[in-house]
């Protein structure tokens, strides 16, 4: 198994449908992040949480929705999407108590809005 | 404002010579640096690391050098495979933190 598991791996959605992106991570980790990743921009923050508490939105559009049941699992819940928001989605996990530690992702969902 | 700056979008090199990705950084604040390799359909995945208190970081063929007063990083690779192409991200952050600010990477290409 994997360190960090997102599913599904390829998603299209219409602009009105409602779906949620999932992430696992089984690295012990208490901090968990959604990233988003444009063609030809930086990786962009989006939002983190530590210890299931939500601890940076980077002004993200509500049309995203974190939830974090537990510090293993991390949702991106999404509704009413606009074409620009295709993208690859990332996960990651770190221990952010322990100074110096790498960041560690997922796979990515790759998500296209029709 | 980008935070991080990797300036040459792409790279191609010989087989078996060495591999230069750079990195130009702009918060003084940052502590720890990181590069990251990511292929096609997978995450970025992380490579070599460098705290703020040492100027070079090796393992293996890949080494990374801090200049902090120039505020800027490189990923040396050497020698260079072909299982070295890849897109290459560095990041910075302030370690203990929730944040690390990705450049917008390098694609590398190693030609055999």
């Known amino acids: 198994e994997t360190g960090v598991t997102q599913t599904p791996r390829h998603l299209v959605m219409g602009m009105t449908n409602k779906k949620s992106l999932k992430c696992e991570q089984h690295?012990?980790?208490?901090?968990m992040y959604w990233y988003k990743q444009s063609a030809k921009k930086p990786l962009e923050l989006m939002f983190v949480?530590?210890?299931?508490?939500?601890?940076e939105n980077n002004s993200v559009p509500s049309r995203f929705s974190p939830e974090c049941p537990n510090s293993s699992h991390l949702f991106l819940h999404l509704h009413t999407l606009q074409p620009e928001d295709s993208a690859l989605y990332l996960c990651?996990?770190?221990?952010?108590?322990?100074?110096?530690?790498?960041?560690?992702f997922g796979n990515g969902t790759r998500l296209t809005v029709t | 404002d980008q935070q991080v700056k990797q300036n040459s979008p792409s790279l191609s090199v010989q087989e078996g010579r060495i591999s230069i990705l750079n990195c130009d950084y702009t918060?003084?604040?940052?502590?720890?640096f990181l590069w990251y390799k990511k292929y096609p359909a997978e995450g970025p995945t992380f490579l070599i690391s460098?705290?703020?208190?040492?100027d070079k970081n090796e393992d293996g063929r890949f080494t990374v050098f801090l200049n902090k007063s120039a505020k800027h990083l490189s990923l040396h690779i050497v020698p260079s495979q072909p299982g070295d192409s890849a897109v290459y991200f560095c990041?910075?952050?302030?370690?203990?933190?929730?944040?690390?600010?990705f450049g917008t990477g390098t694609r590398l290409k190693v030609l055999a």
């Open positions: 460098i705290s703020s208190i040492k």
């Open positions: 990651a996990s770190s221990h952010p108590d322990r100074d110096s530690q790498p960041l560690h």
């Open positions: 949480y530590s210890l299931e508490e939500r601890v």
């Open positions: 918060n003084s604040m940052f502590d720890y």
């Open positions: 690295l012990g980790h208490n901090a």
């Open positions: 990041a910075a952050s302030l370690s203990g933190t929730y944040k690390y600010i």
